[in-house]
């Protein structure tokens, strides 16, 4: 039942200096953060992370998203964290992403201004999208080193 999984500030949400408003988020909602660094990955890099979507039509645009600035990696740890987070985050498109969501109050493009562009959408955040990528990408991102199990307040006040 307790779960950990993947969230990333993609370079947007680090760019336009979001990282703090998108980390409490996560946290207000009383999820623990278990991991957590700054990473500029390489093209080799988005290939593992993106594995499923190299042959999209929209992976060139993604890649050179994502290796464009610094991105905060976190590991999240909590009850049903995978369906939770993503609903925290909300939808891919942030134009109907739903409001009170991550991708619905801090950002609005739509997937047709993005792909006539030829660029990726820009939605601030990555979350694995179900437990078994959630596993894959904890151990991508993160050494079992980087990992950490400590007592968070919520333990006693949340769950
Ligand atoms: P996510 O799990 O909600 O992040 O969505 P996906 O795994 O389907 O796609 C990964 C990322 O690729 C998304 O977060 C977007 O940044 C981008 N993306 C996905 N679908 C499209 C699309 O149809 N067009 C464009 N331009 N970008 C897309
Ligand atoms: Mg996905």
């Given at each position: 039942m307790i779960e950990r999984t993947l969230v990333l500030v993609k370079p947007d949400g680090v760019q336009r200096g979001l990282i703090g408003d998108i980390i409490s988020r996560f946290e207000k909602r009383g999820l623990k953060i278990v991991g957590m660094k700054m990473v500029w990955v390489d093209k080799d890099f988005s290939k593992q992370h993106y594995s499923a979507h190299i042959d999209k039509n929209f992976y060139k645009g993604l890649e050179d998203f994502i290796i464009s600035?610094?991105?905060?990696?976190?590991?999240?740890?909590?009850?049903?964290?995978?369906?939770?987070?993503?609903?925290?985050?909300?939808?891919?498109?942030p134009k109907s992403a739903p409001i009170g969501t991550i991708r619905g109050d801090f950002a609005h493009v739509s997937y047709e201004y993005a792909d006539k562009k030829g660029i990726s959408i820009k939605n601030l955040v990555h979350a694995s999208g179900n437990s078994e990528e959630a596993e894959q990408e904890v151990s991508l991102w993160f050494s079992v080193e980087e990992l950490f199990n400590y007592k968070s307040a919520n333990q006693d006040y949340v769950m």
């Open positions: 600035a610094p991105i905060v990696a976190m590991a999240v740890e909590g009850i049903n964290a995978v369906e939770l987070v993503r609903k925290v985050v909300g939808s891919t498109e």
